[in-house]
Each structure stands twice: as C-alpha cells, then as structure tokens.
C-alpha cells in the first residue's frame, strides 16, 4: 500500500472514534503538579481520552466481540458504534492479554497471584477475574492519577454489580466512601491514586510512595496497556527497577506485559505519529523500541532474564485465534478494510517478559508453550 492509500488516521483514531491506543489516561500527574506549561498539556492531553478507550470497549460488547458485563457501567458517554477494523484491533488486543493472564492464573491455581496494573483507567479486568476465578486469591492493585481513581471509585460506589465484587460485607453499599476519596485499599482490591513518575529514584536513599496491600513475595504480573509508552524511555527504566528492587525484590518471580505501537518510521507509522501530535499526544517509547526485536531487549534490559517475547498484533490474530473464534469474529459485522487492518494490527504489539526468581518457575511454565514473531 503506498503511502497516499494509506487510510485516514485522523478519522481512524481520532477522538471520538475510540482508536487500538487505549490511552486511558495513565497515572500522569494530578492536581497540585509542579510541572506547567507544555508538559501539563500532554499529560492533560492523555487524561482526556480516557471515556473514547471505555466507549470503544463497550463498542466491542455490544456488537458480541468481547463478554464484558462491566464495561457499560464505566462508560459515562453514549456508546457509538466504532468501525469495524477498530473493533477487530480491541478484540484482538483484550483476548491475546487475556490468554496470558489466565494462563499465569491458571498455573499452580493454589497459589495466590498479584497482578498491578499501570494506568488502569476504566479497565474492567479485575472485576471479570472475580466472575471467571473466584476460588483463586489474587491480590489486584491499579495505579493511576487521582482524577481517574477518584471517578472510578464514583462508579463503582453508584453500581451494585461494581462495589459488590469488592467485599464480602452484605448490601447496601458496603463501601461508604467518602465522595472526595480517590484511593481505596482491601485484601482483593486496592485502588491507588499516584502519578507513577514519583516510583522513580536514582539513590538509594530516597523513600519510595507506599503502595499498601503491594505483597513483595507473590508471584507479581504487572500489566502497561498503553501507559509507559506516554514516559521516556529511562523514566520507564526507573519505575519498573523500583518495582523489581523495591517493591518485588528477586526471588520473588515478577513479569511484565505491554501492549504498545511499533514501527514508527515507515509511511502508516509517521502519520500515526502526526495524527496524535495533533492532540498534543506523544509515544517516547515508540521511537526508543520500534521494532519486536528492540522490545524483546528492553524486557530483558529491565531485569527479565528468565525470558523475553513479543509479536505484533496481526501476528497474534493469525496465530492465537482458533479458526472457530476467527469465524464467528468474521461473522459479527462486515469488514471491508482487510488491507488496513492488517496494517493497523502489524503496527501494534504485546511484549512479555518475566524474571521466575528461581524456585519452580511460575511463568516459564505459564507461558512456555506461548508462540511470539521470530
């Protein structure tokens, strides 16, 4: 496809149409932040597209992509109906995440988990855990902004579905929480209201944020969908060497999974790149690693020696998909544009990395027999 037939991305992924990014606003900064000027604009910027990620998601439910009874209910827009290739791309992105969650979740079952989640937003992973396993203790913590958590907490005191997945106390509304609250702590869930740049430190000596109910010895999954590809690359090297010396020292087995655009340089990829500049939007992480294979080197440059994967999302849906699932996908709504979406979905990808610490190899055995893009 030559670069004048590549498709309009400002219509694609502008606002409004709920493009692959889920830029769910991602724990960057908050009220009080000493930083102004040009950068308050991008993190503002990024902030703001939180509810275009919740009303692509409830997009995808709706037309029988994805089951997801929670998704709704963090939608505070009316649901418009997104393309069909971009419905497609949150499929396949939610489904491949979603296999190698359960697939650490469903190793040694009796053991607890932990997963953390950067950036969460309005992801509903949490609450469709507790439906899918509710014998398996899994300790569930998400980090982001305070203007987030704080509306995310405000959906879940308003719907019983939401605020019942996270205490055994009997209804009414067990929470009570107060309406200014943007944080909220238990053994299952906890909701913590931080800008994630304060995880950085360059001394030893300087006293990291307290993440309460953080277990430095479960084995831990931490999840950036779309989140550290808004920070540079050596501030995104900082946060996740506080989490693998800090908050999870080694043995304990930590991993690491994102979801992030690549290929920035060819003609699709720079009028990706304009597209979101014009939104005051930047991704330091898609030039810093542009291709699977610099992905796969920056997992292992962060500490995840035990293995390092990635393949791209065309890949994924080829490769992943059975062709039952692929038939009944096919069958939801027509899709004219195959040639764009195989071009959207090559240009996005999961990378996966994990340290086991030793001992009986927790994710080497959850994801062994998981194939990546050679």
């Not at 997801?68 to 505070?76: M, Q, V």
């Not at 009570?176 to 053994?187: I, P």
Request: aromatic fraction near 8%; charge should be negative; include cysteine.
């Amino acid at each position: 496809m030559t670069a004048k037939e590549i498709p309009n991305l400002r219509e694609l992924l502008g606002p409004r149409r709920g493009g692959l990014s889920r830029d769910r606003g991602r724990g960057r900064g908050g009220p009080g932040s000493p930083r102004e000027g040009a950068e308050a604009l991008k993190d503002n910027a990024v902030r703001g597209t939180d509810q275009d990620a919740a009303g692509s998601r409830a997009s995808c439910v709706e037309l029988g992509y994805l089951h997801d009874p929670y998704a709704k209910l963090f939608a505070t827009q009316t649901t418009t109906r997104r393309l069909p290739l971009l419905n497609r791309g949150t499929y396949v992105r939610t489904s491949a995440i979603d296999l190698l969650v359960d697939k650490f979740l469903n190793t040694s079952p009796d053991t607890p988990k932990q997963i953390v989640s950067l950036g969460a937003g309005t992801d509903t992973r949490y609450f469709r855990l507790r439906d899918r396993y509710p014998e398996t203790r899994i300790v569930y913590h998400e980090l982001d902004f305070p203007t987030n958590t704080a509306a995310k907490l405000a959906s879940i005191q308003r719907h019983a579905q939401l605020h019942e997945k996270l205490t055994s106390k009997p209804p009414p509304n067990p929470l009570t929480l107060d309406q200014t609250a943007t944080s909220y702590f238990s053994e299952t869930y906890n909701l913590h209201a931080i800008d994630l740049r304060s995880l950085t430190s360059t001394t030893d000596n300087v006293t990291i944020p307290s993440l309460p109910n953080l277990d430095p010895t479960l084995p831990t999954l931490i999840l950036s969908e779309m989140c550290l590809v808004y920070l540079k690359a050596a501030t995104v090297s900082s946060i996740l060497q506080t989490f693998l010396e800090k908050y999870l020292p080694s043995p304990t087995p930590v991993s690491l999974i994102l979801y992030e655009p690549i290929l920035p340089n060819d003609a699709f990829g720079r009028t990706m790149i304009s597209n979101l500049s014009t939104r005051n939007i930047h991704l330091p992480t898609l030039l810093a690693y542009p291709d699977l294979g610099d992905q796969r080197a920056r997992l292992r440059s962060y500490g995840f020696v035990d293995g390092a994967r990635a393949a791209d999302t065309e890949w994924i849906w080829k490769e992943w998909v059975t062709e039952e699932e692929k038939e009944r996908v096919g069958a939801l709504e027509m899709l004219d544009e195959l040639e764009e979406l195989e071009m959207l979905l090559r240009h996005y990808c999961v990378a996966w990395g994990w340290r086991d610490g030793g001992g009986e190899g927790v994710f080497t055995k959850a994801w062994d027999d998981v194939a990546e893009r050679r």
